[in-house]
């Protein structure tokens, strides 16, 4: 017959109950400004998604992407959703190494393949070091029709958070 042991049972539930109050080393952090924990212990990883709403077909895009306050580094980008930006956009690998970016993408699709409503047009990976919560800021510089007019069109992002499980954040 097995016994339990009293002292590896008293143990058991001390860490359980640590680990329900948070008191599990290696966790210890605080909230942020958006109520994200920040680590203390080393750095953690989030995707910024960003988002074109233009006013009518968009055949092109450039916009400058940056980290206001927190220690943040991009360390990747991706393409976005609709089939004529799923290829990475082009961005400034200068621009890159301090901070912030600047992206930019032409299709050369005819107009009734191009995005004319909300796209997410790319998604910005960062590495964020122990510290305060970093803040974000996205500014649109141009943006494009099938003519190569101009069009009006608004610039929003999401910062996401990685899956648990290291898998696609969404």
Sequence with gaps: MNRHRPGLLAALLLVLLAAAMGLVPGRAGRRGAMGDEVSQAGPRFEAIDLFI??????????????????????????????????????????????DRVIIGALSTKPAGELPAARVRVARVHVMIEAGPAPEYEARLQTTA?????????NLTFEPIRAAADGGDPQ
């Design 53 to 98: 709403t233009p006013t009518g077909p968009l055949a092109a895009y450039q916009l400058e992407f940056r980290a206001r306050a927190g220690q943040v580094k991009i360390v990747g980008i991706e393409g976005g959703d609709h089939p004529a930006y799923t290829q990475p956009p082009y961005y400034d690998p200068a621009a890159m190494q301090q």
């Design 145 to 153: 029709g099938p003519e190569a007019r101009t069009i009006e069109a």
